[in-house]
């Protein structure tokens, strides 16, 4: 019976951690109970009641000796990828978490929702921890203000970024959690993201886009990326499912909205449909809107896709799309990033073979549920996705935006002709695998 009691009461704590302090706090493993924060077991498992716990059917297991400091005394592990969640309002979120072990080393790399890259990886010695922080964006398919919803794809149901709930995925070869809190933050700069199947956070292995690597270049409590890319959409699409409205509800002065499209819309028809019609008209809609939500627009040209000519360079394969892009970017005195510009050098430095290893390519049987080999030379698996986000940096200080000043301190300056070593990238995958290609082409 005593047992039964201390469950009751964990969801009343939880609610007053909610309601009074706006932090949540989680102290995991066996060991101390930090003060104020909510000790979770291998046994504290995600329900809505709760609002928070272990998630996704993941395992976890909990340390067996004890140190001194009762916030980083104990820890959870697995030897697989394993997911915890909390039960949030939309908006933005400085999370902090706790990593190490008082006994061993630990190995930790951490991702936030559809696989969102925070934490490449964090490597700790015995007896060491490290603080952990990031900014990240938390939000639902409703738009505020007038009752309607994004209009979301059948397989958007299942996505992690459109529930009720901040889930973090804590991967690589030994990853030790002690604590997490987490704390709203109204003054981070949101950085919007419209776009496509190039864009998108990716759900499952192998595919992966460059919108779900960019979280990792910035300062924690200063930026937080919001990415509404989808797969197999256009600039009409996107509008047209409301996927604009829900950006602009969000939106405040000062935050920035990027805009990447241009691989599906050049294959809309009909009379005076096209890149300098349709599609500009389009793209000026887009900037006057953000604009009088007191936002800040950046037009993206459309990356390249992997096509080769017989002397190693890539073959143009989007029309007039970059150049409608660029035009208007002009005409309207808005920030440009030449995506396209950069991408092509890029894939040209990796050269015809190399660039295999940026695309979806893969053997036949890798992934469950694809017999057939992958050979995608349009979307990205991890590496390639990676690559580009930084010409999207890149691009972010070429184009002198204020933004450039948060990115994290030390940062390289990234040569597209001068690309990372394929070995040089660390990729533990993630538990979800679905090798269905990606809409879009």
Known sequence: MKYNRVLLVLPILFFCVNVYSQNWKFDFGKGK???????????????QRKGYGID????????????????????????????FSVKLPEGNYNVKLWVGDDKDVSD???????????????????????????????????????????????????YLHWDDKLTLEFNSTMPKVNAIEITPNSK???VFLAGNSTVVDGAAEPFSAWGQMFPYFF????????????????????IAARRFDKLLSMMKPGDYAFVEFGHNDQK?????VGAFTTYKKNLEFFINQVKNKGGIPVLVTSVQRRRFD?????????????????????????????????????FESMGVDGSLLAFAHFPAGIFPG??????????????????????????????????????????????????????????????????TKPDGN
Do not use: C
Not at 126 to 150: A, C, M, P, W, Y
Not at 222 to 238: C, D, P, Q, R, W
Not at 268 to 272: R, V
Not at 399 to 422: E, I, M, N, T
């Open 370 to 435: 694809r017999k057939d080999a992958i050979a995608d030379n349009t979307h990205f698996r991890p590496y390639g996705a990676y690559e580009v986000s930084k010409l999207i940096v890149t691009g972010v200080r070429n184009a002198g935006l204020d933004l450039a000043h948060y990115l994290k301190p030390g940062l390289p300056v990234f040569d597209p002709s001068k690309p990372d070593a394929y070995t040089d990238f660390y990729w533990p995958e993630s538990s979800g695998k679905d090798a």
């Open 268 to 272: 809309q028809k009909g009379e005076g």
């Open 33 to 47: 109970s930090e003060k104020g924060f909510v000790k979770v077991l291998p046994g504290t498992i995600y329900d």
């Open 219 to 238: 300062q924690p409590g200063k930026v937080a990326i919001v990415n509404l890319a989808e797969s197999g959409e256009t600039l009409s699409g996107f």
């Open 108 to 158: 930790i790399a951490v991702r936030a929702e559809n696989r969102r890259m925070f934490i490449n990886r964090l490597q700790t010695k015995k007896g060491e921890h490290q603080i952990i922080e990031f900014t990240v964006n938390v939000r639902d398919s409703l738009i505020k203000g007038d009752n309607r919803k994004v209009k979301l794809k059948s397989r958007e149901y299942q």
């Open 188 to 190: 981070a700069i949101s």
């Open 310 to 346: 017989d002397n190693g360079k890539i073959i143009e394969t989007l029309g007039d799309y970059p150049d409608a892009v660029r035009q208007t970017a002009k005409e309207h005195n808005v920030a440009l990033i030449d995506l396209n510009a950069m991408s092509k050098t890029l």
């Open 56 to 83: 996704l059917g993941t395992t976890v297991i909990a340390n067996e000796k004890t140190g001194k400091s009762a916030l980083t005394d104990g820890f959870l592990t697995s030897n697989q990828p394993f997911y």
